[in-house]
């Protein structure tokens, strides 16, 4: 059974917000994206390179989802990072997209929970969760 990996920036406080700047995710207002980068260091450039989803299939949610789609396959062919997650095979977890441009993404189908366990019980590379709050949320009450 594959491993089903969590992988957030998340405050002390339970704020989970991307690193990007304050445009990536203003929603409700949040004003303070980005604030995370003055306080970079190795060792923070070491432990968020388990973020890329390098031989991990990705699990996102649908917020997460376009916030990487409209990212990651506009940036050079040379950045590991879009290279990995461009390549990574993408499950989405929406009740409101119909169709997906970022290409190795599917819909997940039906109850997301079931169609979790059933990606888990598949052969193939770990689960990897970016981001996604309320898709951990919704598969942590379960």
Do not use: C
């Not at 059974?1 to 989970?16: A, E, H």
């Not at 189908?109 to 969760?129: E, N, R």
């Amino acid at each position: 059974m594959r491993k089903l990996i969590v992988s957030s920036f998340t405050s002390l406080d339970g704020v989970m917000r991307a690193p990007g700047g304050p445009e990536e995710d203003p929603t409700n207002g949040f004003a303070f994206g980005g604030w995370t980068f003055s306080y970079w260091d190795d060792v923070m450039g070491h432990s968020a390179s388990g973020l890329d989803g390098k031989d991990r299939e990705l699990v996102l949610g649908r917020k997460t989802y376009e916030i990487f789609e409209a990212h990651w396959p506009y940036q050079s062919a040379d950045d590991p990072t879009a290279q990995t997650l461009n390549a990574a095979r993408k499950h989405v977890a929406s009740h409101t997209l119909k169709t997906l441009h970022w290409n190795n993404s599917t819909l997940l189908s039906g109850d997301v929970v079931a169609a979790v366990v059933a990606l888990k019980a598949l052969d193939g590379h770990d689960l990897q969760i970016i981001g996604s709050g309320n898709l951990i949320q919704t598969l942590q009450a379960a």
